[in-house]
């Protein structure tokens, strides 16, 4: 079973998706294992000049995830991500807890390459 990533500014599962994934504060991460959530810090690319979508990435991997669901994805995380064999799918900006239901029902679109601006359909 996956543990899925979602960026986010907040800290737990009512927090809103963050659409930018190399700049966002946090990833929540959720354990289908175990059924819970945990968040693991990204503030290092906050403020980075460049990379930060590859460090972001790592940060994902690192951390054991084989799914993300994200606004947005850039074309060398997504190599990265892609290489690792994580699943991603492109969401809107609503609650963590909504996006995590919509994956389980199977109502999110798994991502076919990279996107920066926003347009995940």
């Known amino acids: ?18 659409l930018r994934f190399g700049r966002a504060k946090n ?7 175990t059924k819970t959530f945990s968040v ?8 980075a000049n460049q990379g930060a979508g590859i460090q972001s990435a790592q ?7 084989s799914v993300l669901i994200s606004g947005n994805c850039g074309p060398k995380a997504f190599r990265v991500l892609n290489a690792a064999q994580v699943q991603i799918f492109f969401a809107e900006a609503k609650p963590i807890i909504e996006l995590l239901q919509d994956y389980q029902q199977g109502l999110l679109k798994k991502a076919e ?6 347009h995940w359909v």
């Open 1 to 18: 079973m996956p543990i899925i990533a979602f960026p986010s500014a907040g800290n737990d599962e009512n927090a809103v998706l963050d």
């Open 27 to 33: 990833f929540v991460l959720y354990n289908e294992n």
């Open 40 to 47: 693991v810090e990204n503030t290092q690319n906050m403020q």
């Open 113 to 118: 390459s990279a996107n920066t601006e926003g």
């Open 59 to 65: 940060n994902i991997l690192d951390n054991n995830a």
